[in-house]
């Protein structure tokens, strides 16, 4: 799959995510709630006054949705974070202390206990969207 290569197709991505996660389908809702549980690496944004995160496996592939991130099998996060880093302008996503209390706030919001760390028990790191 081809990757993002401007804010509007991250923002897009974004979007699709959102709505994923406020679905009337289950399946959907949950599908999406697991990506933001088992991410590594986050775009963070401000939305309807709350800190929100949006998992770069996801958002850093072009025009993506549910079948194509299943069907999606050499999806990693290193073809997608340096595409991420390149459109935001900034090198790489880091840790930050006061982001990563927002998504464990938000995990909680959407109805899960967040994980200790990310996938593989690797630190979450963080793009700020501006």
């Given at each position: 799959?081809?990757?993002i290569?401007?804010?509007?197709?991250?923002?897009?991505?974004?979007?699709?995510?959102?709505?994923y996660?406020?679905?009337?389908?289950?399946?959907?809702?949950?599908?999406?709630?697991?990506?933001?549980?088992?991410?590594?690496?986050?775009?963070?944004?401000?939305?309807?006054?709350?800190?929100?995160?949006?998992?770069?496996?996801?958002?850093?592939?072009?025009?993506?949705s549910?079948?194509?991130h299943?069907?999606?099998y050499?999806?990693?996060?290193?073809?997608?974070?340096?595409?991420?880093?390149?459109?935001?302008?900034?090198?790489?996503?880091v840790?930050?202390?006061e982001?990563?209390?927002?998504?464990?706030?938000?995990?909680?919001?959407?109805?899960?206990?967040?994980?200790?760390?990310?996938?593989?028990?690797?630190?979450?790191?963080?793009?700020?969207?501006?």
């Amino acid at each position: 799959m081809e990757v993002i290569s401007n804010v509007k197709e991250l923002k897009e991505n974004i979007t699709i995510l959102e709505n994923y996660l406020t679905s009337s389908e289950g399946e959907i809702r949950e599908y999406a709630s697991s990506r933001i549980k088992n991410g590594t690496c986050f775009v963070a944004y401000l939305s309807q006054g709350m800190m929100k995160f949006a998992p770069s496996r996801f958002i850093g592939y072009k025009n993506n949705s549910f079948t194509k991130h299943e069907n999606n099998y050499g999806k990693d996060g290193r073809i997608t974070n340096p595409a991420i880093s390149k459109t935001l302008r900034v090198k790489l996503p880091v840790f930050n202390t006061e982001l990563e209390e927002q998504y464990k706030k938000y995990c909680i919001f959407l109805g899960f206990s967040p994980r200790k760390s990310g996938s593989f028990g690797v630190t979450r790191k963080y793009w700020n969207l501006p």
